[in-house]
């Protein structure tokens, strides 16, 4: 099975766990835990937008950064760009926050609801260069479910 039909059968799951789930929390920890197990990412989780920062929410893996800025590290870039980032090499990215050395590359992925950023999905590697844009399609239509 490629990457392609795995995040098709994982995007099945979520669909099917969250549908009829009003509970942003419970949507996020569910949605972290299946891409973590199927994909064994290094790190796999939310961070929700509150006031000027961004708050750490259910995520899978080790400990991470509590809050992060507005433009800052990458998950604070996505959102002040509102875009997914694709970083091939986090130690070359400008302002990077290392929450942990262990994090070689990682993508993050704006959720939006009303067109309002609510919340980002940041998923870690411990390999270098592991998103594509075959990962970007696909956590791209995983973030526009119905979260909230």
């Given at each position: 099975?490629?990457k392609?039909?795995?995040y098709q059968?994982v ?15 419970a949507?996020m ?15 796999t989780?939310?961070?929700?937008i509150r ?9 899978q893996?080790?400990?991470a ?10 998950c604070?870039t996505s959102?002040e760009?509102?875009e ?22 990682e993508?993050v ?8 950023i609510y ?6 590697s ?6 594509d844009e ?5 956590l ?8 909230i």
């Amino acid at each position: 099975m490629d990457k392609a039909e795995k995040y098709q059968e994982v995007y099945k799951q979520i669909q099917s766990v969250i549908s009829g789930e009003t509970d942003q929390i419970a949507n996020m920890a569910n949605t972290a835990a299946l891409l973590h197990e199927a994909f064994g990412f290094w790190w796999t989780g939310f961070y929700i937008i509150r006031g000027n920062q961004l708050v750490l929410g259910p995520f899978q893996g080790p400990v991470a950064c509590t809050r992060i800025g507005f433009g800052k590290g990458v998950c604070g870039t996505s959102w002040e760009r509102r875009e997914t980032v694709i970083v091939p090499d986090v130690h070359l990215f400008p302002g990077h926050i290392a929450c942990s050395s262990q994090s070689q590359s990682e993508i993050v992925v704006p959720m939006f609801h009303n067109d309002e950023i609510y919340a980002v999905l940041d998923i870690d590697s411990k390999e270098l260069a592991t998103f594509d844009e075959v990962d970007k399609e696909w956590l791209e239509k995983i973030v526009a479910l119905d979260f909230i």
